[in-house]
């Protein structure tokens, strides 16, 4: 099978509305799985209580934020050097998710700061960057729309997130770089130091949000691929 | 690296004899500086702190406000295109731009910041460190301007997409480069904040003048 | 407990955001169907 049939929008509609709710239902039972072992399978913390279960969000969207970003940056690169239509597409859809997981992670960091920390918010490298790769998002999404010809804008996003995607070791690597207030990686590829239920409820969330990230870009790219080829025949007489 | 030659010559005689804009970069960026006082008071201990990241944000938007000169009339009036088309490497002539674009821009922040420190009290091997700290990071955001320039030729938003795009890259910059000047103000070296600039400077240098070259292309097509 | 409202406030604006990410994603279905009919109907009346 030629391997580049889906790169044809036509196709490509039909293959995610096909594929989507799949990727939803996941996100559902991963969810269901992961919140069940965080909040009855693990156990109360014995520094901070029960306020520590804002990790079972907290983290995985931060890694989803960062995710998606690369992701986007892989889109771009495929744009920039193959010039087809459909990888723009999946980029622009990418990016709304990507900036929400990126202001739920800001957002559940404040959360879980004030009570842990005493604040809502620091300026340290990790929260920075991270408010910073949120106006990424922003910017990316904000250039794609600024132009007349909806393919300028695809590639001159394309190379903006390219160039972004520095960002993304410095947000990584920043709790190492810098002994700052934010709490060091817990978990690495060489083991991890947490109770192992709440590494658990972890992963499960992230795997959840990773189905429903992709789920959240197929459905948005149908409706991008819905008002870029609005005058195709296939679209018109599908509509 | 002819291209490199012609294009910051070009550039920079353009400028030469039109010193308005480089004028009016400098009074901006003393202008908005001198703001802070006014708003904040004149606590002397204040201003000394907030001094360096004081100066470096009016640097920032300094050098931003300077950056759609860099392509916006040669794109309107079609030079850009013919120095596309020209059988020089983009990443060259590009490179001499920026370059011109630093020395009227930049350069002259920099040798201005010494007197901005003073007005914020700043202590005098803190002065040294921030003129440092800037004659590094000033062409990194002359050169991360530049793509960002590139990116948004004819685009609808204008300065504030602009703004948008540019400032969150420029972020980088401003922390480490106010972060050399507060440590040296604080008695600690600051060679870790100038190493890390002086890497950027590098890397940016050597890979931004690519990226700013495939922005002109994508706004040529 | 004090930390219950952090806990809610956390899981609560996830929540809020992402079924405003789906409501979002069902407007702009519609919003597209209707721009494809709308230029449909104006080009069959040339």
Redesign the interface.
């Known amino acids: 099978m030629n391997v580049f049939y889906f790169s044809s929008p036509s196709t490509f509609y039909r293959l995610a509305g096909a594929m989507a709710p799949w990727f939803f239902g996941l996100a559902v039972i991963l969810a269901v799985a992961g919140l069940y072992v965080g909040f009855v399978q693990a156990p109360t913390d014995a520094v901070q209580g029960e306020v520590y279960r804002v990790i079972f969000i907290h983290v995985p969207a931060a890694w989803m934020s960062m995710f998606i970003y690369f992701v986007m940056a892989c889109y771009g690169a495929v744009t920039l050097s193959f010039n087809t239509r459909l990888a723009a597409m999946m980029a622009r859809a990418l990016a709304p998710t990507g900036a929400m997981f990126t202001f739920v992670a800001l957002w559940t960091g404040a959360f879980w700061g004030r009570p842990t920390w005493g604040t809502y918010w620091v300026w340290d490298a990790r929260l920075t960057s991270e408010l910073v790769l949120l106006f990424l998002y922003i910017g990316f999404i904000a250039l794609a729309n600024a132009f007349e010809d909806p393919r300028r804008g695809d590639r001159a996003a394309a190379l903006l997130a390219l160039i972004g995607v520095v960002n993304l070791p410095i947000i990584y690597f920043s709790v190492q770089w810098w002994n700052t207030l934010h709490q060091g990686s817990s978990v690495s590829f060489k083991g991890t130091s947490m109770h192992v239920t709440m590494l658990w409820g972890m992963l499960l969330m992230a795997f959840s949000f990773w189905m429903y990230a992709i789920g959240a870009a197929l459905v948005r790219c149908r409706n991008i691929i819905l008002d870029r080829e609005r005058r195709t025949r296939w679209v018109r007489a599908m509509a | 690296m002819s291209g490199f030659g012609w294009a910051f010559a070009r550039d920079f005689t353009l400028a030469w004899r039109h010193p308005g804009e480089t004028l009016l970069t400098l009074a901006f960026f003393a202008l908005v500086a001198s703001l802070f006082p006014l708003g904040v008071g004149a606590d002397p201990q204040l201003l000394a702190r907030i001094g360096p990241g004081v100066i470096w944000v009016c640097a920032l938007l300094a050098a931003f406000l300077s950056l759609p000169v860099l392509f916006a009339s040669d794109y309107a009036d079609g030079t850009l295109e013919q120095m596309v088309l020209s059988p020089h490497a983009m990443a060259g002539w590009v490179s001499g731009k920026i370059a011109a674009h630093w020395m009227i821009s930049g350069l002259p922040l920099t040798l201005l910041s010494p007197l901005l420190a003073l007005q914020f009290g700043l202590p005098a091997d803190a002065i040294g460190v921030l003129m440092a700290a800037l004659l590094l990071g000033t062409p990194v955001l002359s050169l991360l301007g530049a793509a960002c320039a590139a990116l948004t030729l004819g685009a609808r938003g204008g300065g504030t997409l602009l703004a948008l795009v540019a400032l969150p890259l420029f972020v980088p910059v401003l922390v480490f480069g106010a972060g050399a000047a507060e440590a040296a103000a604080a008695g600690l070296s600051a060679a870790p904040h100038l190493s890390l600039l002086g890497a950027m400077l590098i890397v940016a240098a050597m890979g931004v003048p690519f990226a700013v070259a495939a922005a002109i292309r994508i706004a040529m097509d | 407990?004090?930390?219950?409202y952090?806990?809610w406030?956390?899981?609560g604006?996830?929540a809020v955001?992402?079924v405003a990410?789906?409501v979002?994603?069902r407007l702009?279905?519609s919003?597209?169907?209707r721009?494809?009919?709308e230029?449909?109907d104006l080009e069959a009346q040339d």
């Open positions: 407990m004090d930390h219950q952090y806990l406030m956390s899981y604006a996830t955001a992402l990410e789906l979002a994603l702009g279905r919003r597209a169907l721009t494809v009919n230029e449909r």
